[in-house]
């Protein structure tokens, strides 16, 4: 590769003699963040002016400048090139060619290290809010359908076993609140990222008059680092973006798990919309989850983009180095990763159709209200142990004789224990589920109410 841009252009220049190599590009990626990038020279440059480091006439031109860069991004016109390696040189080079000498300003009392560190965390800010809306919008659908099934029973399974009935509504509402937390991390990162390393120089600090607070004020962050050192080489922010994602993404292979299952043939619980589901290339009847089975997949990456820039952090010795800039590409493939991973489930959710009669079928011709049972005893006075052995005795029975307890009379329960009356006969699905009032239990009731108390906390939110 040639260095074509004459040895007049300083950021050209900066490259030296030595051959571009595709080994330390970055340009393919980092593009990215041309955005924050440019918002940050921007207010660097004013900075300078306003401390009479550079003259106003130059922060003029380099402003201007900027401007026009954006516009030739955004336009399609800009002509990225690798051998400028980075966004930062690019852009500064773009700028030289355009309004020459004054654009050698620019640099002045700073560095690609704090320039990085500054755009980077931008950068992350606005995936932590793209994130925490996503997440967001996920709970609403989950509300939503939630509430149209507080009445729905369904097996709810321990080991894959059916344990014990519960409402859909409530089984939905726990996603919800793995994704409250989720979305709670989100918020929490962006408060992590949010502290201002410009000032920092390559590391040491910069011998200017320059005025950090300003500059946090105007690029909208509500601190500055405390320690040049610290600020250009610390990306927790990022390790704490990609844990966030890393268990939002387990959560939603989890949810994307039971549509899988439960759209299955086998289970027919529900049935995932056209969107969402794709045909098989030879076998006409297939529907195939493969959004879900994508989201599942998909969170493979975005846990080894974590394990990645952990591993690249550990042993760093102070202060930047080229290591770091490892940490771009995990971070913006986790975010693309997660912010459609959670709109995709929030459609599935929102478009899926329910089949109520299936599902009490299934907690129906199923055992799910032995524990009800045993409990039944147990208000007779007998002991939860004892009256578990005589309620699994009896299970047994009913499967040796094919049938389930609904179709036992009073007296077949009279063989497992004559404590048994006229009430074991009231006990049904509905009684089970009802039975469960307490907070967080699965009764109607108790349903209705934390459903109303999620949509409280989306209003907050403001969804
Ligand atoms: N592309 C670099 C990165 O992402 C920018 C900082 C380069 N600094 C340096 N001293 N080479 O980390």
Not at 18 to 37: G, M, Q
Not at 257 to 280: A, P, R, Y
Not at 324 to 335: C, R, V, W
Not at 385 to 414: P, T
Request: hydrophobic share 45%; glycine share 8%.
């Amino acid at each position: 590769m040639t260095n074509n841009n004459e040895n007049k252009n300083p950021a050209a220049a900066a490259r030296g003699s030595e051959l571009a190599s595709d080994f330390t590009v970055s340009i393919n990626y980092d593009s990215r963040l041309y955005r924050e990038d440019i918002a940050g020279s921007i207010v660097h440059a004013r900075m300078l002016g306003r401390q009479g480091i550079i003259e106003s006439d130059d922060v003029e031109k380099i402003v201007e400048g900027l401007g026009v860069i954006i516009e030739e991004i955004e336009n399609g016109e800009f002509e990225w090139k690798e051998e400028l390696e980075d966004i930062h040189m690019n852009v500064e080079s773009r700028l030289y060619e355009l309004i020459g000498d004054a654009a050698g300003r620019l640099h002045t009392a700073r560095s690609r290290n704090d320039q990085v560190a500054t755009d980077t965390r931008l950068w992350t800010q606005l995936a932590c809010g793209r994130a925490f809306d996503a997440a967001v919008q996920l709970q609403k659908s989950l509300v939503d359908l939630a509430e149209q099934h507080i009445d729905t029973v369904v097996p709810g399974y321990t080991h894959m076993q059916r344990g014990q009935p519960v409402v859909l509504a409530h089984h939905l509402m726990a996603y919800f609140e793995m994704f409250d937390r989720d979305a709670t991390r989100f918020a929490q990162t962006a408060e992590s990222a949010d502290v201002m390393p410009l000032g920092s120089g390559a590391m040491a600090g910069v011998p200017y008059d320059i005025d950090r607070e300003w500059v946090a004020k105007e690029l909208d962050f509500s601190d500055i680092s405390r320690n040049s050192m610290d600020a250009v080489s610390d990306r927790d922010f990022i390790v704490e973006f990609l844990t966030a994602s890393s268990l939002a993404m387990a959560h939603l292979s989890r949810l994307a798990e039971e549509l899988v299952i439960w759209s299955s043939d086998e289970f027919g619980f529900i049935k995932l919309s056209d969107e969402f589901t794709s045909g098989s290339s030879i076998m006409p009847q297939k529907r195939n989850p493969d959004f879900a089975e994508l989201i599942r997949g998909k969170t493979g990456r975005v846990y080894g983009s974590l394990m990645g820039l952990l591993t690249t952090i550990k042993g760093l010795p102070l202060t930047y180095n080229r290591d770091l800039q490892e940490d771009k590409e995990g971070l913006f493939d986790a975010a693309d990763t997660v912010i459609t991973a959670l709109e995709a489930a929030a459609g599935m959710i929102a478009g899926m159709t329910v089949n109520v009669d299936r599902m009490r079928q299934a907690a129906a011709n199923s055992f799910v209200l032995a524990t009800d049972i045993a409990d039944y005893l147990v208000g007779k006075g007998v002991p939860f142990r004892a009256a578990y052995i005589a309620v699994s005795d009896l299970s047994k029975q009913c499967i040796a004789d094919g049938v389930g307890f609904g179709e036992l009379s009073l007296s077949d329960f009279q063989k497992a224990s004559d404590l048994f009356d006229d009430g074991v006969m009231e006990i049904t699905l509905d009684s089970a589920v009802a039975a469960r009032n307490v907070p967080g239990g699965t009764a109607p009731e108790r349903v209705r109410a934390a459903i109303e108390e999620a949509k409280g906390l989306l209003a907050d939110a403001g969804a």
